[in-house]
């Protein structure tokens, strides 16, 4: 007897550690998944590629505008923000000051740099109907054009999930002394400025939470997924849409369902 209840504090005491120590196990990252595939990505590419979907969808571009800017984006620099690169380029997208893309500051930011390279794709005459490294080439005037066509299967992958096409299609995770204090104005104030007016601040029934309404269910995921991959950067704690709700603290978890989430509106904790 004595033994058997040994065993069961030993078992007790052993759940409680790993309770405490699961947060931590996973270290941080992303995950999206789509029925065309899945792919991993650090909290900075995540964020980056939200941000490429947030001005697509501000920008009323087809998903093939997605496509063809992440597949460029992954190419010129893996979805990352980067300080330089090949001579004066900088950026997701390495455009370079010296060509007329804009100062280094600007193109340094991922929601200014994407809008001008969604703005020179649109001027392409027909791009919709080009191949992908050609569409892209004519922007990017880079070295080697085909090395674009080899991310389309991702870059695919990668609209559908940041672009809202499929629903749920995001998580992110990071332990607990990865967080960040609350900053959720400055969160909505960000989102609004990737998505623009396309978005309708709803003044909040109480006052830990903000509710974001979006046009339609597919703009309302971008925007839960814009929400899921820079809840670390303003300290987001849970979002909620459709029927799912997504935790920090759970994060690696995913969504799970939650029958009191708003259909038509986003709400950010």
């Given at each position: 007897m004595v033994a058997l209840v040994a065993v069961v504090a030993l078992?007790?005491?052993?759940?409680?550690?790993?309770?405490r120590a699961r947060p931590y196990l996973h270290g941080s990252g992303c995950e999206v998944r789509t029925a065309l595939g899945?792919?991993?990505?650090?909290?900075?590419?995540?964020?980056?590629g939200s941000t490429i979907a947030a001005v697509a969808v501000r920008k009323a571009l087809p998903e093939r505008a997605s496509v063809i800017a992440f597949a460029t984006a992954i190419q010129e620099s893996h979805m990352r923000n980067l300080a330089g690169g090949d001579r004066d380029s900088v950026g997701m997208f390495q455009q370079r000051p010296?060509?007329?893309?804009?100062?280094?500051?600007k193109l340094r930011d991922p929601v200014q740099s994407t809008s001008k390279f969604f703005d020179a794709l649109v001027k392409v005459k027909d791009y919709l109907d080009l191949d992908l490294h050609d569409a892209a080439q004519r922007v990017q005037r880079s070295a080697d054009g085909n090395a674009y066509a080899q991310h389309e299967p991702d870059a695919k992958v990668l609209a559908q999930?940041?672009?809202?096409?499929?629903?749920?299609?995001v998580r992110c995770w990071y332990p607990p002394n990865k967080r960040t204090d609350p900053r959720r104005a400055d969160a909505v104030r960000e989102?609004?400025?990737?998505?623009?007016?396309?978005?309708?601040?709803?003044?909040?029934?109480?006052?830990?939470?903000?509710?974001?309404?979006?046009?339609?269910?597919?703009?309302?995921?971008?925007?839960?997924?814009?929400?899921?991959?820079?809840?670390?950067?303003?300290?987001?704690s849970e979002v909620r849409f459709a029927g799912r709700h997504w935790r920090a603290s759970e994060g690696h978890d995913g969504w799970t369902h939650d029958a009191k989430a708003p259909a038509t509106t986003v709400i950010v904790r």
């Amino acid at each position: 007897m004595v033994a058997l209840v040994a065993v069961v504090a030993l078992s007790a005491g052993g759940w409680a550690l790993y309770t405490r120590a699961r947060p931590y196990l996973h270290g941080s990252g992303c995950e999206v998944r789509t029925a065309l595939g899945k792919m991993p990505l650090d909290l900075d590419q995540a964020a980056n590629g939200s941000t490429i979907a947030a001005v697509a969808v501000r920008k009323a571009l087809p998903e093939r505008a997605s496509v063809i800017a992440f597949a460029t984006a992954i190419q010129e620099s893996h979805m990352r923000n980067l300080a330089g690169g090949d001579r004066d380029s900088v950026g997701m997208f390495q455009q370079r000051p010296s060509q007329g893309w804009g100062s280094p500051d600007k193109l340094r930011d991922p929601v200014q740099s994407t809008s001008k390279f969604f703005d020179a794709l649109v001027k392409v005459k027909d791009y919709l109907d080009l191949d992908l490294h050609d569409a892209a080439q004519r922007v990017q005037r880079s070295a080697d054009g085909n090395a674009y066509a080899q991310h389309e299967p991702d870059a695919k992958v990668l609209a559908q999930a940041f672009g809202g096409r499929s629903a749920a299609s995001v998580r992110c995770w990071y332990p607990p002394n990865k967080r960040t204090d609350p900053r959720r104005a400055d969160a909505v104030r960000e989102m609004r400025r990737a998505f623009g007016s396309r978005l309708q601040v709803v003044a909040p029934a109480a006052p830990d939470y903000d509710a974001v309404r979006a046009p339609n269910e597919r703009t309302g995921w971008a925007v839960a997924a814009w929400a899921v991959t820079h809840a670390q950067t303003f300290g987001l704690s849970e979002v909620r849409f459709a029927g799912r709700h997504w935790r920090a603290s759970e994060g690696h978890d995913g969504w799970t369902h939650d029958a009191k989430a708003p259909a038509t509106t986003v709400i950010v904790r």
